[in-house]
């Protein structure tokens, strides 16, 4: 009786040691699978050419990425590169190096835009949007030869052959473990890097501009005057656009306020009154720009410019509803019109006491700026633009109803339904949000009329459903540090 029950004894205690055993080695899958995930967003974000990029796969086991075969990695998948994102050499609980796949539009190589609304083109178990997953491969199964590098000797079932479908569940031998990064909490991170940076510059310049920001860059060009709401400008506009006092050139000027006016009805309500009225003053353009003393002022390059831009945007009035490129095309010929027209409809004054030129390192063409400048859109408080006295008051801006703020800095979340970033819109509602416009609780403004409430939620915050734009304020680095 004794020998039966130490044997009991044995073999219990030998199934608790070995599930022990299991936990241990399961509790040290996951936390190197952590680490690994870790290590790979903190380089992501990091990445001073390319931020959200990931290093290729190591597909020869020495820890270190493999270089690019032209624009691409040579594989999309192996194992982790510990040595390229300064790891320790990670094992799972089984003593196997991790393996990894990643998302081939983020790769660390500049050939297309990388930014919130680059995709991830992986999944797991059927759910997409996922830029890369580390996988922890247990220990062989049957038939695997784990002295190759091939996925298949590591991997099993849907994770086997080297795709962009995974899985976490599989028969027979399966028993590999997984970690995901989604573009959310990896674009999450970036767009407060981006925003930070934005805020940083900007307040950079400020320090060297008497405390005054400078205009931003019009979503849509206006006739005449300043705005103080867009995207910010290549180089710092501190130029006071001031109206012309000639009469002849004040009726002009309206005249080309009405033809954008009655543009932007006719695409937003395209019935035949609003066809007829858009005809209509596009007609009105053209007759004053052909007739003196207007002609006289400007120019004649610039009056058959302006000739032929009223005739660009009569010409979308021949269909009802209207070509999206027709209206895309007048567009682009108002705009450029206006440019060429600054300085006889707004004659500009610059304030001198303001910056030439963005702070070194800051808004450079040419880098990954160039991914996210559409994204980025910047409000300055009337009393602190150009010209003005640098103190807000009452025009000072506000995030959620509270602050005083000299400047805001808006970082686009990606897309949400119903928006078409491929079509430029004043206001930019393809881009921002609002959740309550009505009680002023709006991130989509004109960029002319001066707007002060903007809104941002945290992603655990219900109205980040509606709104997921991050706003950042600026005021000389006193609070918003």
């Known amino acids: 009786m004794l020998m039966f029950v130490s ?11 070995a599930a022990s055993q299991q936990a241990y080695r399961d509790q040290q899958t996951m936390r190197a699978l952590k680490e690994a995930k870790e290590a790979l967003l903190g380089r992501a974000i990091a990445d001073a050419n390319r931020p959200g990029s990931l290093p290729c796969p190591d597909t020869d086991n020495d820890g270190s ?18 040595r390229t994102i300064d790891m320790n050499d ?7 190096r991790l393996w990894y796949a990643m998302s081939s539009n983020y790769k660390d190589y500049d050939s297309g835009e990388l930014n919130s609304d680059t995709p991830g083109l992986i999944s797991v178990d059927g759910n ?48 590999d473990r997984i970690i995901i990064i989604t573009r959310t909490e990896l674009m999450a991170a970036i767009e407060q890097r981006i925003a930070r940076e934005a805020t940083n510059c900007l307040d950079a310049y400020a320090i060297g501009s008497g405390t005054k920001y400078p ?10 005057g300043n705005v103080t709401f867009g995207r910010i400008s290549g180089v710092p506009d501190r130029d006071v656009n001031v109206p012309s006092s000639d009469p002849d ?29 858009l005809q209509s003053i596009a007609d009105d353009v053209k007759d004053a720009a052909d007739s003196e003393p207007l002609k006289t002022i400007l120019g004649d390059p610039l009056s058959e410019q ?63 700026w160039d991914d996210w400048q559409n994204l980025v859109f910047y409000q300055v408080a009337d009393g602190y633009k150009p010209g003005s006295a640098a103190t807000c008051g009452a025009t000072c801006l506000t995030i959620n109803g509270t602050g005083s703020y000299r400047a805001t800095v808006l970082v686009a979340g990606q897309s949400m339904a ?46 980040h459903t509606q709104v997921n734009d991050l706003v950042l304020c600026m005021d000389g680095n006193t609070a918003c540090n």
Not at 150 to 171: H, K, R
Not at 437 to 446: D, E
Request: hydrophobic share 40%.
């Open 128 to 175: 997409s949007d996922i830029v890369a997953v580390v996988v922890a491969p247990g220990g062989a199964g049957a038939g695997q030869n784990r002295v190759s590098n091939s996925v298949a000797d590591y991997l099993e079932d849907a994770n086997s052959d080297g795709d962009t479908s995974y899985a976490t569940s599989g028969g027979g031998n399966f028993n």
């Open 65 to 82: 990425s493999q270089l690019f075969a032209g624009p691409n990695c040579p594989s999309y998948v192996g194992r982790l590169p510990f």
């Open 249 to 277: 050139v004040q009726d002009f000027q309206n005249d080309l306020d009405a033809l954008q006016a009655a543009l932007n009805d006719y695409v937003a309500n395209p019935d035949a009154t609003t066809n007829n009225t």
């Open 418 to 463: 119903g928006q078409d970033r491929s079509v430029a819109q004043d206001p930019p509602a393809n881009y921002l949000e609002e959740s309550d416009p009505a009680n002023g609780k709006s991130n989509v403004h004109t960029g002319v009329a001066p707007v002060i409430a903007f809104e941002t939620y945290r992603r655990s915050d219900t109205l």
């Open 90 to 96: 990670l094992r799972d609980g089984s003593g196997e």
């Open 215 to 224: 205009f931003p860059e019009a979503l849509t060009a206006p006739a005449c």
């Open 306 to 368: 302006m000739k032929s831009m009223a005739e660009d945007v009569k010409d979308v009035a021949d269909n009802l509803p209207p070509v999206q490129a027709d209206v895309d095309a007048a567009q682009d010929a108002y705009d450029a019109a206006i440019t060429a027209a600054t300085t006889i409809l707004c004659p500009p004054t610059t304030d001198g006491a303001m910056l030439a030129a963005w702070p070194a390192g800051c808004f450079i063409a040419g880098t990954y």
């Open 7 to 17: 044997a009991a004894s044995f073999v219990f205690l030998s199934r608790l040691n």
